[in-house]
């Protein structure tokens, strides 16, 4: 290993990931587990040239964020439950009105106020559908203090790239917890900003997309005069009631985020090439998992994970093709079962799903990964 | 090698600091670390504890369950994490302040806070004299590593008395270990 | 003298959503003429509005405009003005999206002393959604969520700016578009969070309910509320006092600059802690 290592926080890294992607904006409102986000953030920006900003509540602090976005500038915030449900009316107006932006949730035990200092998973649905309308959604899952740097960065190349909100989201344990990190050159270069219209071109429409359903976004104050608006609206940024207009952008805004693949990898393999039993898991629960694979093929149970890195739009073609291959998917999540319902979904009746759940506050632990593991192999007879 | 040591005492003993010093030590010297904090019930009532897992292979779940090295300053620290200990575990307690629970795992009672007064003249740096003796007990933080790291993350001003303690807890471990070793048990 | 705001309008979007007999246009008019007076360039004036009929008002001005989120036009205005501190950044708001739902977005902004300029349309009602009751509907008056009258207090919205640290405080009424035009203009030109608010009126549901006669009778109500109006006329020309219904307002409304204070700006605040951390003197 080289010596390059450094111990980094979870919460740390992610702040680190944003600086190197180029963020240089941060508004946020304190909150227990993340708030050591916005701490970094406020120490680290402004040498750097960038604005840090508390705000009043969480809602004013993605308004800040969707503001300094349309002034030209990469920004984020961090939350975590309670504070994740009130940002969800702005996350769907980014989403509505294309404003690149990343938004991180360090999850803790809910619902409601619930155990700040504990963690969980239980806002994994709530990232895909916690707003209303139909929204594109790009959701990162780290489950390591490298990867959490790594998704962070990547959830600005993603977020500029499509001209959409970005969700990352990771658990407690990962947020607090240190590891070491080995910085490379390319995991600190600055990623690429938004497409910008050409300064020459006479007019401009800022819901015009290019070829691949993106429209180029120009800066507030850039030359360009545009409306930007929550209302539905047409090309020109102008309030519509068209069906055939609304249909149209309500297509483009969701499709045009299916090339998400060339940024991320959406999931990571572990142990599945010979695997009889597949888990599937993220964060902290994956890094169970894969202590309780480590354990189980000591046993004898030939068991593997299949751990999504992009959370949504969810893995179904993986879980497809996952299916056939195995004799049952245990899905273990810290929850009372949500991402089970992706997988059974996506499994489409081929393969037993079972879940392997947790929701007091304590977590997910590989003996109770194992136990399932056991208890499905039992159940199957599965060598 | 893989170690799962657990730093334990009371809330403002620097136990937090401790735990860090020490990942990030190990992390220096090229190995694999996973360091946590306390949630549940051992981090209720005051106490603080800290966990760090070193290894030479990479960690999957980095949550420590079964530990192979506890220290405790305070007596409730050790009764909360006794349990936790492997079989073959060993238990470093603070002498004057510890009676531990009987059993068989190996404990070694050494004068942490006292030590770290008598070296600094403040009970103080009691955390760093902790790990002093774990430097001494086992390579998985090696001195050189431990020193730079501590001088990373306490005040210039203070560094030098740290240094010191650092320096006193890992003759305190070392001679302990080399005395059992003499004695001819584990 | 006539200015022609025309070039200020984004013409392809009319006609407007406005009812007839709105004096938000009357603001917004005056809004364009200040702007006009102060020669901002056209490109580099933002205008964030929140929800409501005021501001819809936003889509058809020709600058860069933001239609935001119900109450928040503050806290995205701030993001934006932060990072581009070269622009000119208006925020419009009516009395509900800015005192109700809006109310704290408003009192930080003002605490902040931001340089921002918010004008504000007090129509007294939630117009938009039909004629509920907003925080500035005048007790006993009626509203669709207040039919046997209003018994809740309304708010004084100068007052609660002034008293979160707005350092520059107005009011004008729809009926002296030409004062509102001068406040607009000082509260441009004001460093530091300007607040304006601008008495008007919805005959179409507000006045509809309190019967308070067609819109031109409601503007001359206006008139009559306005203290100094008031006391204008009844030395001047008393006789102009017999038009008009009596006042709707408990007591009169004072209009006017009523703060106008210096005190050390967020914007600049930020930018010389940026300075200082990037080690430059």
Redesign the interface.
């Known amino acids: 290993?080289?010596?390059a290592?450094?111990?980094l926080q979870g919460n740390a890294a992610c702040a680190a990931g944003a600086i190197a992607a180029g963020c240089r904006f941060y508004a946020g409102y304190p909150i227990t587990p993340s708030s050591e986000i916005a701490e970094e953030m406020a120490r680290r920006l402004p040498a750097l040239g960038g604005v840090f900003v508390q705000m009043e509540d969480e809602m004013a602090s993605l308004a800040a964020v969707i503001g300094a976005s349309l002034g030209g500038t990469k920004a984020m915030t961090a939350t975590s439950g309670p504070g994740f449900s009130l940002m969800q009316e702005h996350i769907g107006f980014a989403a509505m009105a294309e404003i690149p932006c990343v938004i991180v949730n360090v999850m803790r035990a809910g619902p409601s106020t619930g155990l700040p200092?504990?963690?969980a998973q239980g806002d994994m649905m709530q990232a895909r559908w916690g707003t209303h309308g139909d929204v594109p959604s790009l959701v990162l899952a780290p489950a390591s203090v490298a990867e959490v740097h790594d998704l962070t960065r990547a959830a600005f190349t993603l977020s500029e790239r499509f001209r959409t909100p970005v969700v990352v989201l990771y658990d407690?344990?990962i947020g607090?917890?240190?590891?070491?990190v080995v910085h490379s050159a390319a995991s600190e270069q600055e990623v690429p900003g938004r497409r910008r219209p050409p300064t020459t071109a006479p007019a401009y429409r800022p819901y015009e997309p290019d070829a691949d359903g993106i429209p180029p976004m120009a800066d507030f104050g850039s030359g360009y005069r545009f409306h930007v608006t929550g209302l539905a609206h047409d090309a020109r940024g102008y309030p519509t009631q068209d069906p055939a207009t609304i249909a149209t952008h309500q297509r483009r805004r969701v499709d045009k985020i299916a090339a998400f693949a060339d940024v991320v990898a959406p999931t990571e393999a572990f142990a599945l090439n010979d695997a009889r039993i597949a888990i599937v898991a993220c964060g902290?629960a994956a890094?169970?998992a894969?202590?309780a694979i480590?354990e189980a093929r000591r046993r004898g149970i030939r068991v593997g994970l299949l751990r999504p890195r992009v959370l949504w739009p969810f893995p179904d073609a993986a879980i497809r093709d996952l299916a056939p291959a195995v004799e049952t998917i245990v899905v273990a999540e810290m929850n009372l079962g949500q991402i089970v319902r992706e997988v059974e979904r996506a499994a489409r009746g081929l393969v037993p799903v079972v879940s392997c759940s947790r929701a007091d506050?304590?977590?997910l632990?590989?003996?109770q990964i194992l136990a399932s593991l056991e208890a499905a192999t039992l159940a199957g007879r599965i060598a | 090698m893989r170690l799962t040591i657990r730093l334990a005492g009371a809330g403002g003993q620097g136990i937090a600091l401790a735990g860090?010093i020490l990942?990030?030590a190990a992390?220096?010297a090229?190995?694999?670390?996973?360091?946590?904090?306390a949630?549940?019930p051992e981090s209720r009532g005051g106490a603080s504890r800290s966990d760090v897992i070193i290894s030479d292979e990479p960690?999957?779940?980095?949550?420590a369950?079964r530990i192979d090295m506890l220290v405790a300053l305070t007596q409730v620290a050790c009764e909360r994490s006794w349990d936790a200990l492997k079989p073959t575990g060993l238990a470093i307690v603070d002498g004057d302040r510890v009676k531990p629970p009987s059993g068989s795992v190996s404990c070694f009672a050494l004068p942490i806070v006292e030590t770290a007064r008598v070296v600094t003249g403040s009970p103080m740096p009691a955390n760093i004299v902790a790990l002093g003796i774990v430097c001494g007990l086992t390579d998985a933080a090696p001195l050189a590593a431990l020193e730079e790291t501590v001088a990373r993350r306490v005040p210039a001003s203070s560094l030098a008395l740290n240094l010191q303690a650092l320096e006193a807890g890992r003759q305190l471990g070392a001679a302990r270990l080399a005395t059992t070793a003499a004695r001819g048990s584990p | 003298m006539t200015v022609d705001v025309r070039h200020y309008l984004r013409l392809e979007m009319m006609p407007h959503i406005l009812c007839p007999g709105c004096s938000h246009g009357i603001v917004a008019g005056a809004m364009l003429r200040a702007i006009d007076h102060l020669g901002l360039p056209q490109d580099r004036v933002a205008v964030v509005a929140g929800i409501g009929c005021s501001s819809r008002l936003a889509g058809y001005l020709d600058f860069c405009t933001l239609h935001a989120t119900h109450g928040r036009a503050p806290a995205f205005a701030t993001g934006l003005k932060l990072v581009r501190p070269d622009l000119h950044v208006l925020i419009i708001t009516g009395d509900g999206d800015g005192l109700a739902i809006g109310g704290n977005h408003l009192i930080h902004a003002a605490r902040r002393n931001i340089d921002l300029t918010c004008l504000l349309f007090n129509n007294e009602v939630y117009g938009m959604t039909g004629g509920q009751l907003a925080p500035t509907t005048p007790e006993g008056s009626v509203a669709t969520t207040a039919p046997f009258g209003s018994i809740e207090p309304s708010f004084d919205a100068c007052r609660l700016m002034a008293a979160a640290g707005a350092t520059f405080v107005a009011r004008g009424v729809a009926y002296e578009p030409t004062v509102l035009e001068e406040l607009i203009v000082r509260g441009i030109r004001h460093k530091g969070f300007a607040f304006i608010e601008a008495m008007t009126d919805c005959p179409e549901y507000f006045g509809r309910y309190n019967k308070l006669g067609s819109p031109a009778a409601m503007l001359l109500g206006q008139m009559r509320a306005d203290a100094a109006i008031d006391a204008q006329l009844a030395a001047l020309a008393p006789s102009l006092l017999h038009l008009g219904p009596p006042t709707r307002h408990a007591h009169p409304i004072e209009t006017g600059v009523l703060v106008e204070i210096e005190r050390p700006e967020f914007v600049q605040r930020t930018r010389e802690l940026i300075t200082t951390a990037q080690g430059r003197p």
């Open positions: 290993m080289s010596g290592a450094r111990l200092t504990s963690p407690e344990v607090h917890m240190r590891e070491e902290i890094r169970a894969q202590e480590g506050g304590e977590p632990e590989p003996e | 860090l990942a990030e992390a220096l090229g190995r694999h670390v996973a360091c946590t904090q949630y549940g960690i999957a779940y980095p949550g369950r």
